[in-house]
């Protein structure tokens, strides 16, 4: 808990605050933007979690169906109605917390990511229009292009600086989310696969008795696949803004100073050429790549166990 704060907190030292009304609106536009992805997800577990607890009223509350299947040492093959409804309320509730804890790691997660894109398109804008924001740095009525071009250095260097801590923030949010991540896509994989086979079992009739049930777990493979696509979607954004920075640097009158500061742009480009990842267990990066590729292996996975259970019928 105390990292996890420390990665909230650390965003509000000097370094990573926009430096003007411009770089404002970049910061207000990528958070609009998640907010837009975090309710979208919120609303996709919150109908996910309800169409599963009433999926055994669909299907016939007579039948005295959990929302998921347990066995209970205490409870008879055939409960009364007072043990049915406590059991029921019991994992209703159940399904409602692990929900809201759910998509609460979901979005704090998604939000961290997006802070490291944010922070990577300030420094882009920053080196873009490095000229200007040295002019600015200077506090002078109508400063000389001369002081101007020769104060660039020291907003280059503090343009290092701040990709020096994004990239260090970024670290320590692949060492806190580590092992998370991993049991995540693995999770996310098992969970796809089996889903995907429940669901080539199940009827596809919503009249039928299982309709209730091929419902639920139709909204539940698609809000699992938005969970996964969400973390690998943000994962992929931090690495695209990266390499926007060497790119937004080039375009700065970097031709015009003299060579120290072209040593110390030199020295930038190269280090930001190679792009931020977030790695799992320091192997693979989150990216749409690995989104594909867990897709690609739960579909496989399906039809195994889908040729295996026709074989033995």
């Given at each position: 808990m105390?990292?996890?704060?420390?990665?909230?907190?650390?965003?509000d030292?000097?370094?990573?605050?926009?430096?003007?009304?411009?770089?404002?609106?970049?910061?207000?536009?990528?958070?609009?933007e998640?907010?837009?992805?975090?309710?979208?997800?919120?609303?996709?577990?919150f109908?996910?979690?309800?169409?599963?607890?009433?999926?055994?009223?669909?299907d016939?509350?007579?039948?005295?169906?959990l929302?998921?299947?347990?066995?209970?040492?205490?409870?008879?093959?055939r409960?009364?109605?007072?043990?049915?409804?406590?059991?029921?309320i019991f994992?209703?509730?159940?399904?409602?917390?692990?929900?809201?804890?759910?998509?609460?790691?979901?979005?704090?997660?998604?939000?961290?990511?997006?802070n490291?894109?944010?922070?990577?398109?300030?420094?882009?804008?920053?080196?873009?229009?490095?000229?200007?924001?040295s002019?600015?740095?200077?506090?002078?009525?109508?400063?000389?292009?001369?002081?101007?071009?020769?104060?660039?250095?020291?907003?280059?260097?503090?343009?290092m600086?701040?990709?020096?801590?994004?990239?260090q923030?970024s670290?320590?949010?692949?060492?806190?989310?580590?092992?998370?991540?991993?049991?995540?896509?693995?999770?996310?994989?098992?969970?796809?696969?089996?889903?995907m086979l429940?669901?080539?079992?199940v009827?596809?009739?919503?009249?039928?008795?299982?309709?209730?049930?091929?419902?639920?777990?139709?909204?539940?493979?698609?809000?699992?696949?938005?969970?996964?696509?969400?973390?690998?979607?943000?994962?992929?954004?931090?690495?695209?803004?990266?390499?926007?920075?060497?790119v937004?640097?080039?375009?700065?009158?970097?031709?015009?100073?003299d060579?120290?500061?072209?040593?110390?742009?030199?020295?930038?480009?190269?280090?930001?050429?190679?792009?931020?990842?977030?790695?799992?267990?320091?192997?693979?990066?989150?990216s749409?790549?690995?989104?594909?590729?867990?897709?690609?292996?739960?579909?496989?996975?399906y039809?195994?166990?889908?040729?295996?259970?026709?074989?033995?019928?």
């Open positions: 105390a990292l996890a704060r420390k990665l909230i907190y650390i965003l030292e000097d370094k990573f605050q926009p430096k003007d009304s411009k770089q404002e609106i970049i910061e207000e536009k990528l958070y609009s998640w907010k837009i992805k975090a309710n979208t997800l919120l609303f996709g577990v109908n996910t979690v309800i169409f599963l607890v009433i999926s055994p009223i669909i016939g509350i007579s039948k005295m169906k929302p998921f299947a347990a066995w209970y040492p205490f409870v008879p093959e409960p009364s109605i007072a043990v049915y409804t406590a059991l029921y994992q209703a509730l159940g399904t409602m917390y692990a929900g809201c804890c759910n998509v609460g790691t979901d979005v704090f997660i998604s939000q961290i990511l997006n490291i894109t944010m922070q990577c398109n300030l420094v882009s804008h920053t080196v873009e229009n490095l000229y200007e924001y002019k600015k740095d200077l506090n002078l009525q109508g400063p000389s292009r001369k002081e101007a071009l020769k104060n660039m250095n020291n907003t280059l260097i503090s343009c600086i701040q990709h020096k801590a994004i990239l923030y670290k320590e949010v692949e060492a806190f989310f580590n092992l998370g991540l991993l049991g995540q896509f693995i999770a996310c994989c098992l969970i796809i696969c089996m889903n429940r669901l080539s079992l009827s596809i009739r919503i009249l039928d008795e299982q309709g209730g049930e091929f419902v639920a777990l139709l909204i539940y493979h698609v809000i699992i696949c938005t969970t996964l696509l969400t973390y690998c979607w943000h994962g992929n954004e931090v690495s695209v803004s990266s390499e926007k920075i060497p937004s640097a080039y375009n700065c009158p970097w031709f015009e100073c060579v120290k500061f072209q040593k110390n742009f030199l020295f930038f480009i190269l280090r930001t050429q190679k792009p931020i990842s977030i790695l799992t267990l320091n192997f693979f990066p989150v749409l790549t690995v989104f594909l590729f867990i897709m690609r292996s739960s579909y496989s996975f039809a195994v166990l889908r040729s295996t259970h026709e074989s033995n019928n």
